[in-house]
């Protein structure tokens, strides 16, 4: 190892001290390992470091520059997708930015060419520091109360994008196209000038004096972390369908099919809370020879408030106005996620889960978080009752806006001790501008 200057800082535990498998230096090894990778900053080269030493973590709280990259190790089939997302980008196959959005939002490319996913960084999110869209600047600057969602912690839409996709499959929905947080590197992304100058200036230092070069810690532009999530094929916007649906009315059994899946995604965005689910943030597929209809939650960055939307900015769910809102839940629906929603310790379980997920964010904030948890058990418990009382999603919505927080609290409302670890509020006012 040419690089030791970490290691001298003593910012590592010094007892942890072996052979580093890559050099035949004596190092600690995830010392090594993370200067291999910082210098080195390649796929092969992470994956032949990889595979020498596995105890190999991403989350080496030790290392400056550890983590930055990709490691699924109980999802191999999802690792595999980012493999070849990675192997086209380092063969020139480059993300490409989605046209339409408000935020820069990349079509993620197989070596082939083929679309394999859709990647969110989170400094390109609206309100991230690389936005590329100059409007949202513009909004930002001039007028930052009356634009983006005040309920929502700023710049966190990839956490969401993540976490959406956990609700819906350890509450089984099967309605969001699998979402992790993923880093990726792509000179298409949005870079600063700083940034693209320095990678500019090491990758000429390491042609020119490999010496000094050597020393760098990275040589590429850096991965940008955000949310990636799987593409789907054959769909298209809910919007679309529903007007078709309406001028030629489904068979029967798609019908059917339709209200369950439905109901799937009221589940998943009442759960979230979703403030932004439009008719154009759904997908349906549909093919009539394949007698089959599917729905794809997609853009989900916009939901876990840390409180209720304020009565003067709704966010209504655009759903509850169809026509299938109007249907009591299913039996099936219920089946599927009542003795799960109704069981704190599943619920504990996932609030558990998210804080794994949401802690790893650089502005991640212990008390914001509980905020956004007691936002989602009091979904849960709305939706429970719903669910137990046989409503439909219209009355789902009415019902009034409860908080369960962990312990405790003073707040306005009435309040019912559940037990004494939560501590349940209800919000009995109704937003100004919606019909509920
Ligand atoms: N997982 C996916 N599978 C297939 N198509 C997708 C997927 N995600 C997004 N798309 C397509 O990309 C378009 C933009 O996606 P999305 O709405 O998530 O991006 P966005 O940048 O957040 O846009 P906006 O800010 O306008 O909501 C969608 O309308 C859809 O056509
Ligand atoms: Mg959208």
Same mark, same amino acid.
């Given at each position: 190892?040419?690089?030791?200057?970490?290691?001298?800082?003593?910012?590592?535990?010094?007892?942890?001290?072996?052979?580093?498998?890559?050099?035949?230096?004596?190092?600690?090894?995830?010392?090594?390992?993370?200067?291999?990778?910082?210098?080195?900053?390649?796929?092969?080269?992470?994956?032949?470091?990889?595979?020498?030493?596995?105890?190999?973590?991403?989350?080496?709280?030790?290392?400056?520059?550890?983590?930055?990259?990709?490691?699924?190790?109980?999802?191999?089939?999802?690792?595999?997708?980012?493999?070849?997302?990675?192997?086209?980008?380092?063969?020139?196959?480059?993300?490409?930015?989605?046209?339409?959005?408000?935020?820069?939002?990349?079509?993620?490319?197989?070596?082939?060419?083929?679309?394999?996913?859709?990647?969110?960084?989170?400094?390109?999110?609206?309100?991230?520091?690389?936005? *590329? @869209?100059?409007?949202?600047? =513009? #909004?930002?600057?001039?007028? /930052?109360?009356?634009? !983006?969602?005040?309920? %929502?912690?700023?710049?966190?839409?990839?956490?969401?994008?993540?976490?959406?996709?956990?609700?819906?499959?350890?509450?089984?929905?099967?309605?969001?196209?699998?979402?992790?947080?993923?880093?990726?590197?792509?000179?298409?992304?949005?870079?600063?000038?700083?940034?693209?100058?320095?990678?500019?200036?090491?990758?000429?230092?390491?042609?020119?004096? *490999? @010496?000094?070069?050597?020393? =760098? #810690?990275?040589?590429?532009? /850096?991965?940008?972390? !955000?949310?990636?999530? %799987?593409?789907?094929?054959?769909?298209?916007?809910?919007?679309?369908?529903?007007?078709?649906?309406?001028?030629?009315?489904?068979?029967?059994?798609?019908?059917?099919?339709?209200?369950?899946?439905?109901?799937?995604?009221?589940?998943?965005?009442?759960?979230?809370?979703?403030?932004?689910?439009?008719?154009?943030?759904?997908?349906?597929?549909?093919?009539?020879?394949?007698?089959?209809?599917?729905?794809?939650?997609?853009?989900?960055?916009?939901?876990?408030?840390?409180?209720?939307?304020?009565?003067?900015?709704?966010?209504?769910?655009?759903?509850?106005?169809?026509?299938?809102?109007?249907?009591?839940?299913?039996?099936?629906?219920?089946?599927?996620?009542?003795?799960?929603?109704?069981?704190?310790?599943?619920?504990?379980?996932?609030?558990?889960?998210?804080?794994?997920?949401?802690?790893?964010?650089?502005?991640?904030?212990?008390?914001?978080?509980?905020?956004?948890?007691?936002?989602?058990?009091?979904?849960?418990?709305?939706?429970?009752?719903?669910?137990?009382?046989?409503?439909?999603?219209?009355?789902?919505?009415?019902?009034?806006?409860?908080?369960?927080?962990?312990?405790?609290?003073?707040?306005?409302?009435?309040?019912?001790?559940?037990?004494?670890?939560?501590?349940?509020?209800?919000?009995?006012?109704?937003?100004?501008?919606?019909?509920?």
């Amino acid at each position: 190892c040419l690089y030791v200057s970490p290691y001298e800082k003593g910012h590592v535990n010094r007892t942890s001290r072996s052979f580093c498998p890559v050099c035949p230096v004596f190092l600690p090894s995830h010392v090594c390992l993370s200067l291999h990778l910082s210098l080195y900053p390649t796929v092969t080269s992470v994956r032949l470091i990889q595979s020498i030493w596995s105890p190999l973590s991403a989350d080496c709280s030790h290392c400056t520059h550890g983590g930055d990259f990709n490691h699924f190790p109980d999802d191999p089939e999802f690792a595999d997708i980012i493999q070849r997302a990675e192997h086209a980008i380092e063969n020139g196959v480059f993300p490409e930015r989605i046209s339409q959005g408000s935020s820069g939002s990349y079509f993620v490319k197989d070596p082939k060419g083929k679309i394999i996913g859709v990647f969110k960084p989170k400094s390109e999110e609206p309100y991230g520091h690389l936005n *590329p @869209k100059w409007t949202k600047y =513009f #909004h930002k600057l001039c007028c /930052p109360c009356c634009f !983006g969602r005040g309920c %929502l912690l700023p710049n966190q839409g990839y956490l969401s994008e993540a976490a959406a996709s956990l609700v819906d499959s350890k509450l089984g929905l099967g309605v969001v196209p699998k979402t992790k947080v993923v880093y990726l590197a792509s000179e298409t992304f949005h870079y600063s000038a700083i940034d693209r100058a320095k990678s500019r200036g090491k990758k000429y230092a390491l042609e020119k004096v *490999p @010496k000094v070069g050597r020393r =760098f #810690h990275r040589v590429g532009l /850096p991965p940008k972390v !955000g949310s990636f999530q %799987l593409f789907v094929e054959g769909y298209r916007e809910a919007d679309y369908w529903l007007r078709r649906f309406e001028a030629e009315p489904l068979p029967e059994n798609i019908r059917k099919q339709l209200q369950s899946q439905f109901e799937r995604l009221v589940v998943l965005d009442y759960v979230i809370r979703n403030t932004d689910r439009g008719n154009d943030n759904w997908l349906i597929k549909y093919e009539n020879l394949d007698s089959c209809i599917k729905i794809a939650a997609i853009d989900n960055g916009l939901a876990f408030p840390f409180k209720h939307p304020d009565e003067w900015r709704a966010y209504p769910f655009h759903w509850a106005w169809l026509p299938q809102a109007k249907v009591a839940f299913s039996q099936e629906t219920r089946d599927l996620v009542l003795s799960r929603l109704s069981d704190m310790n599943f619920v504990q379980d996932l609030c558990e889960d998210l804080y794994e997920m949401f802690k790893t964010d650089k502005g991640f904030d212990k008390t914001m978080f509980e905020r956004q948890m007691s936002v989602m058990r009091g979904q849960v418990l709305n939706l429970t009752q719903a669910l137990k009382d046989g409503k439909s999603p219209i009355q789902l919505v009415q019902m009034p806006r409860v908080v369960v927080e962990r312990s405790r609290s003073g707040g306005q409302g009435r309040v019912v001790t559940l037990g004494n670890a939560f501590t349940q509020t209800f919000h009995c006012k109704r937003p100004f501008f919606s019909s509920w």
